[in-house]
């Protein structure tokens, strides 16, 4: 493994600490903000906390006549990668917030850690190859989930599923970074797509929700906390990792937020799991993790007669 892959998974890891605890703050915020516009006004201060870094890059690039002619034929480009990014995005923190007003922060971050298993499951109708490993660990991930929010009637609790969907739509949020990082400049592309993501968010809360100063002043410290940290800076460090990064192994260091996301649970809120919740959580991990470790895991060819 090289400088730049170590150093890639480094900021990755990073970006999965700020993201478990983040789901801490967002929790928090539901008990003052609606969840629209709380995801709504967080995508706007990661705008607003990216803003100097984009235009402090720009002052500091000496550009030839033959960069800027560059440039403006890779702004169309950035804007469909942005607009299709931050549409993912848009549609992952939607489900993600709602659920979180039915499911704790500690299952809702296992449960949409399970994304990494998607994104090789959706790579397939792009004609990307999936081992046996990845089936093997999907199933032992479903075991898990069953043990972890499965209830007696054999139903998958609203909050539950919500963060199921949002696995699915972050699992093609990371996909579509991996396919965009390497060509265009990921700052951008992140500041982008945080715009266009707020912009749908606050589209849905004007319909839906009321916002007062007293809401905004009351859920001041979790709105910091998701904008500035959540978003501005774990979003865009996965967008500079995923540089150096396959998106299948982007993935998994990537979905370590589920155990942070616990241990913020257990530290702040005093979520305890039960034991079979917590077999669960153990399930899913295993499941995650052979999911990506032995991707190409093969059953034992039988040899032919002679």
Not at 184 to 213: C, P, R
Not at 250 to 260: H, N, P, Q, T
Not at 262 to 273: D, P, R, S
């Amino acid at each position: 493994m090289n400088n730049k892959a170590i150093q890639a998974n480094l900021l990755m890891l990073l970006a999965a600490g700020i993201w478990g605890f983040a789901f801490v703050a967002q929790r928090v915020g539901m008990e003052t903000m609606g969840p629209h516009w709380f995801n709504s006004l967080r995508f706007f201060i990661g705008v607003v906390a990216l803003v100097p870094v984009v235009l402090w890059i720009g002052r500091n690039k000496a550009k030839t006549i033959d960069q800027e002619n560059e440039l403006k034929s890779s702004n169309k480009a950035l804007m469909l990668g942005g607009l299709a990014a931050g549409f993912l995005l848009f549609v992952g923190a939607t489900f993600q917030q709602v659920g979180l007003q039915y499911t704790t922060a500690g299952k809702a971050g296992f449960i949409t850690g399970m994304y990494i298993f998607f994104v090789p499951l959706i790579g397939l109708f792009f004609r990307m190859k999936t081992g046996l490993g990845t089936w093997v660990g999907a199933v032992v991930a479903l075991w898990g989930l069953y043990l972890l929010s499965i209830n007696e009637d054999f139903t998958l609790s609203k909050g539950d599923t919500l963060q199921l969907i949002c696995a699915v739509a972050f699992a093609g949020h990371v996909l579509m970074i991996g396919y965009l990082a390497s060509k265009m400049d990921t700052v951008k592309l992140s500041l982008i797509q945080f715009f266009v993501a707020g912009i749908l968010a606050m589209g849905l809360a004007l319909y839906s929700e009321q916002l007062t100063w007293e809401m905004i002043a009351s859920t001041a410290v979790p709105l910091l906390f998701a904008g500035v940290m959540s978003t501005g800076i774990a979003y865009t460090l996965q967008t500079i990792a995923q540089q150096h990064a396959h998106p299948s192994h982007a993935a998994i260091i990537l979905s370590s937020e589920g155990v942070f996301a616990v241990i913020g649970g257990f530290l702040l809120l005093n979520e305890v799991l039960p034991p079979k919740g917590l077999l669960g959580c153990g399930l899913i991990l295993v499941g995650m993790l052979m999911s990506q470790l032995m991707p190409r895991l093969r059953l034992p060819q039988r040899h032919k007669p002679v």
